[in-house]
């Protein structure tokens, strides 16, 4: 592998723990101005000091981040499809790889949809950004997508994350499941696992991160159960505890309900009440 490769990796995989916190707000290249991210640049400032690397589209890059940012990119570089369309598996390669040098992109990620109907497109899609690639000293996320009709179970995710790292993908990104450990233990590249849709509880999305990083994951590409939590600051502390500190999840959720106390008003107006009752 090319020194410039393994530079870009290890600025997305800290070589001194083998793990990631890598957030995700590209969800409007197919779902539009997402509950929460409407407006992106409000949402990712206050988050940029606690990540490793920031996953975005082009436009939202462009539109919404200082280029004086030193977080790396991981820039989705596929689509073509939305929620309101017929398939959202019917995806191509959306940006070229010049202009994914002149945002200066450290990596870039594609989406595989496997068992889908477009399953041969996306696939080659995946191979061919690699080649593009391997040009230039870019390594390629590869998203699994699960579609409608499949079933996220290890069985699947394994399969999924075995064809992208035979394409030649460098890192994988998929989704924590039961038997997790054999999904890594099929896959010859990093796992990270996306976070899904926002969960109720917030202990439950901390957990999820613990599970999948002591079943072998690399870390985690987490968007919504960050973004959408009511304090985005805390949670992405808190799972960053847990991805490089270690933290059990009690410990990290300690974390966030620090940072509640800290950005709660009613709690600061309480301490300073004067009581005229
Ligand atoms: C969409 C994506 C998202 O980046 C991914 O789903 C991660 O975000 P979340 O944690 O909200 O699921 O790749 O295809």
């Not at 996220?152 to 030649?168: H, Q, V």
Request: proline share 4%; hydrophobic share 40%; aromatic share 6%.
């Amino acid at each position: 592998m090319d020194w410039g490769m393994k530079n870009r990796i290890s600025k997305i995989i800290r070589p001194q723990d083998g793990r990631c916190v890598m957030l995700a707000v590209d969800h409007g290249y197919f779902l539009g101005p997402t509950e929460k991210l409407e407006n992106a640049s409000r949402v990712i400032k206050p988050l940029l000091p606690h990540i490793d690397s920031l996953m975005i589209t082009r436009g939202v890059l462009r539109t919404s981040v200082n280029p004086s940012v030193e977080i790396p990119i991981v820039l989705r570089v596929s689509g073509g499809s939305s929620i309101v369309g017929e398939d959202l598996s019917n995806e191509s390669t959306t940006t070229s790889i010049e202009d994914a040098l002149r945002v200066n992109a450290t990596c870039l990620a594609t989406s595989i949809f496997v068992g889908s109907k477009y399953e041969y497109q996306t696939l080659t899609n995946l191979a061919k950004l690699v080649d593009e690639g391997e040009k230039f000293g870019i390594p390629i996320l590869a998203v699994t997508a699960v579609g409608k009709e499949m079933t996220r179970d290890y069985r699947y995710l394994a399969l999924a994350c075995r064809i992208a790292a035979e394409l030649g993908a460098h890192i994988v990104k998929t989704y924590y499941c039961d038997n997790f450990e054999k999904v890594v233990e099929g896959c010859p590249i990093p796992v990270v696992i996306a976070g899904g849709k926002k969960l109720s509880n917030e202990l439950d999305a901390l957990q999820l991160a613990y599970n999948a990083v002591h079943h072998g994951a690399a870390g985690v590409d987490m968007g919504r159960n960050i973004w959408q939590s009511e304090y985005p600051v805390g949670m992405v502390k808190a799972v960053r505890a847990i991805v490089h500190d270690n933290y059990e999840v009690k410990e990290a959720n300690q974390i966030l309900a620090t940072e509640k106390e800290i950005r709660t008003p009613s709690t600061v107006n309480t301490t300073n009440a004067v009581n005229t009752t």
